[in-house]
């Protein structure tokens, strides 16, 4: 168990520009999330997928939020045109499937947009 | 949609002190789990609670559930320095909603030594 993968650590980028993260989850887990965390705040749900299904995805995130996670296993995140706004800690977790099951959390992708 | 609410937002107590964080809700809740975040690190499962009356210890610490299933704390009896961060609580809709898990604003503990 090598835990939940996230790259890269940190990202910085000009308003406007596109961006993409990546996570790698715990190898036998099924499930895949996405949350977004500021200072001082707790982990704001964005998506989820079941294998490579998206299952819910927040009504939070704009039409510049797409994530995919195309063969049940690696997901990425993309964020079009960046706005200042979107600077924060974008967290990747994992868990296993079957009803309520713990989170696992990568070490998260820092985004600075200036 | 489901919120929870955690109070106090901010914890400053002396190394040995006790430290309680409660989790509050206005729906009744399927399940609650706690979490610990460390500075600069990335939120850690501690424990999942799911039946009404539930309490549960690890070590030093007490997890409790509500009877209504309303409400959640989690308390640490003589605080160390290694207690240090923000602990979250976080629960889901339940139903078919079990991946979106709502978190807490967060209770940040500070330790003096």
Redesign the interface.
């Known amino acids: 168990d090598t835990g939940v993968s996230q790259d890269p650590r940190h990202k910085i980028t000009k308003r406007g520009q596109n961006v993409t993260f990546r996570c790698d989850p715990i190898s036998e887990h099924n ?1 895949l ?1 996405w ?1 977004r965390q500021t200072l ?6 964005l998506t ?1 997928f ?1 294998n490579e299904a998206q ?2 995805k ?1 009504r939070l995130l704009s039409d510049r939020f797409s994530a995919e996670r195309p063969k049940g296993s690696f997901s990425t995140l993309e964020i079009q045109r960046t706005e200042q706004g979107d600077s924060a800690m974008y ?1 990747c977790a994992s868990s296993l499937d079957g ?2 099951s ?7 992708t820092r985004l600075t947009v200036t | 949609g489901q919120q929870v609410m955690q109070i106090p937002q901010y914890q400053h107590v002396q190394e040995g002190e006790d430290f309680t964080t409660y989790c509050n809700s206005s729906t009744t809740l399927s399940n609650i789990q706690w979490y610990k975040q460390r500075p600069g690190g990335h939120p850690v499962f501690l424990i999942q609670l799911v039946k009404s009356g539930e309490v549960k210890k690890q070590k030093r610490l007490t997890f409790q559930f509500g009877e209504a299933k309303k409400n959640s704390s989690l308390h640490i009896t003589a605080t160390q320095t290694t207690d240090v961060g923000t602990y979250f609580c976080a629960s889901n809709a339940g139903g078919t909603s079990y991946g979106k898990l709502t978190f807490g604003q967060g209770t940040i503990l500070t330790v003096h030594p």
């Open positions: 499930r999330y949350y001082g705040q707790g982990p704001e749900f989820y079941q299952l819910e927040s967290l009803g309520i713990p989170l696992h959390f990568g070490n998260g």
